[in-house]
């Protein structure tokens, strides 16, 4: 039999030069990595034996029939090789592993096992091809019903799991293996059926593979342009690879001191130069180091067993105490630093990132000069914080934020004359969940604006529904984010809240905290047009930050909430301050409203000392809305 090999020889020709400009050098240790490069060497060796095989079976008469059997085995043995190594390429593509136990990878690799082994076999029960001297080279049954269906069943299983997956697997790298099945299936189906003297299996593998390393295994989609190494997708990748191999590892991560600072102050090509030499200094010597750039001057180094965290702690310390070099001069810059041991049980972590810029802002905050070791603690609290964020997105999405009412008390008139909304987070699985930690998260996350509104829109809703039971209500409190005030169109968006629910809004106090004076221009803007449309503003948690006196007052406040942290400090002793900062803020014509009021003691008190309002738990927890209304019905100024 005479096959026509021009198909063949361009397709080796295309294979070679794939092989040889996919260095695994640039690429990371990945499985999908891996199995691409088998794959591919895999392809140029099924290439050059069927060329072989073809040239030497039709003229079988000039060799022995051993070397004849021997390298169409191989041929065949290597193909089938070739479509098992693809198949763990596509499977490792996705975020999902199917072949994460050792059962699993058994059963899947079945086939392979016995298609290899009826192969090996072949001379004895030329099952797949039969070689003779008066005939030369024939198929047999088993090609056609064991050999073709085998190819056909990895290829099918790859697409029955890209389907399933497909949510897990982005789009275009989906788009692009099943392109290349398409070609494989074409390939074989034509070869087996259409054009039997044609190699064709070779020709539209190598295409195939050719679209996968074009769409899939280009190396810039792990490279960072701002540092010239593996970006953060690259770590995430390999760590998830890592976890689901049980492969350990250990991780050394460093930080720019106030990077977001220096590079508005200098711009991003100053700060990109820095960060190239760092990525030169680091790679030049740790060559066995995987160097890797999670954005905003963060790095994180994948190390070796013979590399410890103190060596690369007083490597990269003597550095950042010498300048940096730059075209507008050198640059004095710190760095802190944490590390991953690799003892640590890292699999509980969804986004080892997170992990990562946690530990180095803790580590920013310490006054020691040397890294913070991340604990295994630090990974119960990423679990909790991604349960609260499952919750706080369920629960905006569904609106079922709930909101609670704790009333105000006014110590001149003895009257309940004002509430502050306060939302709550309730969760099914969780339970109820601290306003401390869901406004964090919100905040983080950004969905503190959906949040926000949900708040506004409910309790101008409850103000509205019940203005006729408000027998003493001023006003109604809600708090603010500073996030929120980042929206430059806040301040008109809310006013038009307010009149789509028809409520004055000089019924509305906004409670602001003292990080919301950050960004002072933007704050005085939007407070201006809301306060000339007649809302309230008060300055909430008083104490519990640095305070900037000079812009508080700057602000158009009427009410400054002093924190209960030092209200309780003021009856247990520890500070006694409280009295000077009310004389202070009396002075400047501000209502005082001291929080955390949990005795009668503490309300005469602080009545005697001139504080115009109190809240807290002695004269109520903070109540849904049917309660709150009740208890307004029910008050009585005399009993407190």
């Not at 021009?6 to 294979?15: F, G």
């Not at 050059?48 to 095989?53: L, R």
């Amino acid at each position: 039999m005479t096959w026509n090999l021009e198909y063949e020889i361009a397709s080796l020709a295309l294979t070679v030069i794939l092989f040889l400009s996919y260095r695994p050098e640039k690429y990371l240790p990945l499985r999908r990595n891996r199995y691409f490069y088998l794959t591919i060497a895999c392809e140029v060796s099924v290439i050059v034996f069927d060329i072989i095989a073809s040239i030497t079976t039709g003229n079988y008469v000039d060799y022995p029939l051993w070397f004849l059997y021997g390298e169409n085995i191989l041929y065949f043995v290597l193909l089938s090789l070739e479509y098992y190594l693809f198949f763990n390429y596509t499977i490792s593509i996705s975020k999902h592993s199917l072949l994460s136990t050792t059962f699993r990878k058994i059963v899947i690799s079945i086939p392979f096992l016995f298609i290899s082994l009826l192969i090996v076999s072949t001379p004895l029960t030329n099952a797949l091809f039969y070689i003779d001297r008066s005939t030369g080279y024939s198929r047999r049954w088993a090609y056609y019903y064991l050999l073709i269906p085998y190819l056909y069943f990895y290829m099918v299983l790859s697409v029955v799991y890209l389907s399933y997956f497909h949510k897990e697997i982005i789009r275009a790298q989906m788009l692009a293996v099943l392109s290349s099945y398409a070609l494989f299936i074409l390939g074989a189906f034509l070869q087996a059926s259409v054009f039997p003297n044609y190699l064709l299996i070779g020709c539209f593998s190598a295409f195939g593979l050719l679209i996968v390393y074009l769409s899939l295994q280009n190396p810039e989609y792990y490279l960072s342009v701002k540092a010239s190494c593996f970006n953060s997708k690259a770590f995430r990748d390999l760590t998830r690879d890592y976890s689901e191999t049980n492969h350990p590892f250990a991780v050394f991560s460093f930080c720019l001191d106030h990077y977001p600072i220096l590079l508005n102050a200098y711009g991003e090509e100053t700060m990109n130069d820095i960060l190239h030499q760092v990525t030169l200094l680091v790679n030049t010597n740790y060559k066995e180091c995987q160097l890797f750039y999670i954005e905003d001057g963060c790095f994180s180094l994948m190390i070796q067993d013979d590399t410890t965290p103190d060596e690369l702690a007083d490597f990269l310390e003597e550095r950042f105490e010498h300048a940096w070099s730059t075209s507008i001069g050198d640059l004095r810059i710190n760095a802190y630093f944490s590390y991953l041991p690799k003892e640590l049980d890292y699999h509980k972590s969804q986004n080892l990132i997170s992990i990562i810029r946690s530990s180095l802002i803790a580590a920013s905050m310490r006054n020691e000069t040397r890294y913070l070791v991340i604990e295994a603690k630090m990974f119960d609290k990423q679990k909790k914080d991604n349960e609260i964020h499952q919750a706080l997105q369920k629960a905006v999405e569904q609106n079922s934020i709930q909101i609670y009412y704790q009333p105000i008390y006014d110590t001149h008139t003895r009257k309940i004359v004002s509430a502050e909304a306060l939302a709550r987070l309730f969760d099914d699985k969780l339970g109820s969940i601290s306003p401390d930690d869901f406004i964090v998260t919100a905040e983080q996350d950004g969905s503190i604006i959906k949040l926000g509104n949900q708040i506004f829109v409910k309790t101008l809703t409850f103000m509205h529904d019940h203005r006729f039971e408000f027998r003493d209500i001023k006003y109604l409190e809600i708090n603010l984010s500073p996030v929120q005030f980042t929206n430059l169109n806040f301040a008109e968006q809310f006013v038009d809240l307010a009149f789509e629910h028809r409520v004055d809004l000089s019924l509305i106090n906004l409670e602001i905290t003292e990080t919301a004076t950050s960004d002072i221009s933007i704050l005085k803007k939007q407070m201006k047009i809301l306060h000339n449309m007649g809302v309230r503003f008060s300055l909430d948690d008083y104490g519990t930050g640095f305070s900037n006196l000079t812009l508080i007052l700057q602000l158009p406040l009427e009410i400054i909430k002093i924190d209960k942290s030092l209200v309780w400090a003021y009856f247990d002793g520890s500070n006694l301050m409280l009295k000077n900062i009310v004389r202070m803020f009396q002075e400047q014509n501000y209502k005082i409203l001291c929080e955390g009021i949990e005795t009668k003691e503490m309300a005469d008190t602080l009545t005697e000392m001139g504080v115009d309002y109190l809240q807290g738990f002695y004269f109520s927890r903070p109540l849904p809305e049917s309660e709150f209304l009740k208890y307004l019905k029910e008050f009585d100024g005399n009993n407190y």
